[in-house]
């Protein structure tokens, strides 16, 4: 399962990276091709960190589409820094929790519990089960 779940998060940065290069990576896109791993536990840790040709990552690529007027540290830069690290892996997690419904880092990626309940329970049973 661990094995999976590194090769699905692997299989999703080479995609949003292939995209980027070729000029084709929309948000519409970029989300469509997320949702597909809601129910797919990704694990981050079978990132490649894989670069584009201008230095991107995927987080960066993402941030950028989701959130353009985020100010993104260009490596090498004066703001290449840890502060400018952190900021960014927040709003990564952020973009990742919100939009796609999944939990960032300390876990492979998730849909969290309640999404899945909401789609799986009937109405009156995920009041019980949020409850218990």
């Known amino acids: 399962m661990m094995m999976n779940s590194r090769k699905a998060y692997a299989s999703f940065e080479k995609t949003v990276l ?3 290069e070729q000029g084709v990576l929309t948000l519409e896109y970029l989300g469509r091709i997320a949702h597909q791993y809601c129910t797919v536990g990704i694990d981050s840790a079978g990132s490649q960190y894989l670069l584009t040709h201008d230095g991107k990552d995927l987080h960066q690529i993402c941030i950028a589409l989701v959130d353009p007027g985020f100010a993104l540290a260009l490596r090498g830069s004066s703001e290449d820094h840890e502060e400018a690290w952190e900021r960014e892996l927040q709003k990564w997690e952020e973009i990742v929790h919100q939009h796609w419904g999944w939990q960032a ?15 799986l329970l009937p109405e009156n049973s995920t009041s019980e089960v949020q409850a218990a």
Do not use: G, S
Not at 105 to 119: D, G, M, V
């Open 18 to 20: 292939d995209l980027y």
């Open 105 to 119: 880092y300390c876990a492979p990626f998730f849909a969290p519990l309640n999404k899945i309940q909401q789609t």
